[in-house]
């Protein structure tokens, strides 16, 4: 008889009593159950967990990311307080290469309050620590906690975490993917019945895909919160993640364990569960709350533009804790393309308040739909 972990025996439970569950709520339990879910119960990250963001690759990322939040202030005219936010903010790695990059610069620094919004006891325990030194901080469970005020507001691989919706293309319609069991497995299903009128929300390029075809889309509360606190308080944001410029089909529902590729299905709530980003609906969510979308860019340009190169050799030149090769390996890593760089799966986007029309390192600024 097969042993069964408890977040395993729960959602067969679900399955058993109500039928198969849609991806994002799969996804869902299996990331962020409150007794659990990956997120809660482990610490993710570095080379002793499932895989490495790019803060934890070089300290040269956080460092630029700083920077990039000081150019932030001075545009929006350095007010004397303004909130450094963070949305999933890992191991706290990236706040803390941010912060001692700004400590060069005592106004912003000193103006500055920091907030985590971190849901994980154990991510929490980890940040503790590597923040001790730096800066007060607080932690809030939702960015609806944080008090109001104009703030710059960091997100590092937190959207690919996030429930996507799976649907696929039938003679009957788009049909939302589900996960339910056979022979006594979890296995994909499909919803019986088409969504109403989902072919209207599919980009016009896709409409005509083969039967087959699977589409993504993620509820948009997450990145309408950002843009609505932007545009409300004042200030920017700065999106990073993996994944693709234009809206398109494909499925790229995937887990990682060791930093391997692992089946999503198997051994539920021990693999870090993650999709692709479609960034073009990010941005066309957040022109509806009136802010304005910078990018979105490939990261290796990005870096590249906020002066990576040269923040390396100055690393090379003075520092006795890292060799050239160690320094020039990250930097490779950060902004180039190939099999396990970073430069051009990761891309990067802005969004701003009307009154800051420019954005470093970002392009390509549009209007309020």
Known sequence: MTEHSPLEHYLRHLIATAGPMPVARYMQLCMTHPDYGYYVSRDPLGRGGDFITAPEISQM???????????????????????????GPGR?????????????????????????????????????????????FQWHHLLGDVPDGPAIILANEYFDALPIHQMVKQETGWHERMVGLVDDAFAYTLAPEP????EVSVPPHVRNAPNGTIFEWRETNEIMAIARRIREFGGAALLIDYGHIRSDAGDTFQAVARHEYADPLRTPGTADLTAHVDFQALADAAQTMGVLTHGPVEQGA?????????????????????????????????VESGPKAMGSLFKVLGLSHPSITTLAALSDSNGPA
């Open 61 to 87: 990322f956080g460092e630029l990311i700083g920077l990039w939040a000081a150019s932030v202030w001075n545009a929006m005219g350095m007010p004397e307080r303004v909130q450094l936010i963070e949305l």
């Open 302 to 334: 990005f870096l590249t533009q906020l002066g990576i190169e040269t923040r390396a050799q100055t690393l090379i030149k003075h520092s006795a804790s890292q060799s050239a090769s160690d320094v020039a390996s990250a930097l490779k890593r950060l």
């Open 195 to 198: 969504m109403p009128r989902f």
């Open 92 to 136: 706290g790695t990236m706040m803390a290469d941010a912060l001692r990059a700004i400590r060069i610069l005592p106004a912003f620094y000193e103006a500055i309050e920091v907030h985590l919004i971190e849901l994980s006891p154990s991510l929490r325990a980890v940040q503790r620590d590597t923040l001790a030194d730096v800066k007060p």
